[in-house]
């Protein structure tokens, strides 16, 4: 498979009053043609932060990428200048940003915020600029697309304003999508349509997705792999089976116990006990040591190697680390 993005060792830090947060650590994952890549983690683990630094819109400052390398069809984005960048976003790379109650502009009609970028970026006609803008509307189902493009933002429902935003993200026909909480704010019946679109989407577009969440049971539906992030670290990679059935890292395990699921009626939800870390001093060891039911003394001190289990499985644990294994059989027979 063609590889599209590679990251690589992607280190992001904020500097403040209180000091230097280290909100991204060393994060590394590949991302190929037409898959659909999940990024899931508890708010403020560093995935939103993640989607910003591919797209280069960390704010500087007093955000910086300090480290790393973002790879685009071979392409070093963080060595681009912003004006090259702004040749990039929307046309190669588009986003789909967390709230579309403020992603679009009140004092605009939809029309006009959907043509923007396409005219922006190509040298189109107004007319040509409406035909694209007419088959958009159609493509993420807003009806009546001749009226609704004359119209305004506060006249569209919560659901409506996401079709929206995700038809400006698709307008110009980027290879690459990143849509950051894209049914957060959504409810549970609108989820499940945004989600089918998605799908409808890439089988027709053939873009490949990064999909940002905190929901185990969205990614479930559309992804292809899910790389699980934790105080600014991705602690377990793998396909969605091996996550789903084959989970190693307690965190994930501990992720997945706080799903509610249709087929477990009547059993409480298992909460993670505990907070994450304190970014402004990361720990050396592994970040999940102090709220993980089987912390070793190891844990606390040295940070895992990253244990290969598959092609497509990885992950950072001491459990699963040979040496590790061999250490705790041998302290067992003694």
Aim: proline share 6%; net charge neutral; hydrophobic share 40%.
């Amino acid at each position: 498979m063609e590889k599209i993005l590679e990251v690589d060792n992607l280190h992001v830090t904020f500097t403040t009053y209180g000091g230097t947060v280290k909100a991204v650590r060393g994060v590394n994952f590949d991302l190929y043609k037409g898959e659909t890549l999940a990024i899931v983690g508890e708010s403020g683990c560093g995935k939103s932060v993640t989607s910003n630094a591919i797209m280069r819109l960390i704010p500087d400052p007093p955000g910086k990428i300090s480290n790393g390398i973002i790879k685009f069809k071979g392409r070093e984005l963080t060595k681009l200048s912003e004006k090259e960048m702004r040749s990039i976003r929307g046309v190669d790379i588009s986003m789909i940003f967390q709230d579309p109650m403020t992603a679009l502009n009140p004092t605009l009609t939809i029309g006009s915020q959907l043509m923007e970028g396409l005219r922006q970026h190509h040298t189109i006609s107004r007319d040509q600029a409406k035909k694209k803008a007419f088959e958009m509307m159609d493509l993420v189902g807003i009806p009546n697309p001749e009226e609704r493009l004359k119209q305004y933002p506060h006249q569209f429902s919560g659901g409506m304003r996401q079709r929206i935003v995700i038809a400006m993200a698709l307008i110009c026909e980027p290879e690459l999508l990143i849509a950051d909480e894209p049914t957060t704010a959504l409810d549970v019946t609108i989820q499940a349509q945004i989600l089918e679109l998605f799908g409808k989407i890439q089988e027709q577009t053939g873009v490949s997705i990064i999909l940002i969440t905190h929901d185990l049971g969205v990614v479930a539906k559309i992804a292809d792999r899910i790389a699980v992030m934790y105080a600014g670290k991705i602690i377990e990679v793998g396909t969605k089976r091996e996550i789903f059935y084959h989970t190693q890292h307690p965190y994930t395990k501990g992720l997945l116990k706080s799903v509610p699921r249709l087929d477990l009626q009547g059993e409480k939800l298992v909460p993670i006990d505990g907070t994450p870390p304190d970014l402004f001093s990361p720990p050396i060891g592994c970040p999940f040591t102090a709220r993980c039911p089987l912390a070793m003394e190891v844990c606390d001190k040295v940070y895992p190697n990253s244990s290969q289990l598959s092609d497509t499985h990885e992950v950072d644990c001491w459990l699963q680390d040979e040496r590790a294994k061999q250490l705790l059989a041998a302290t067992a027979t003694k």
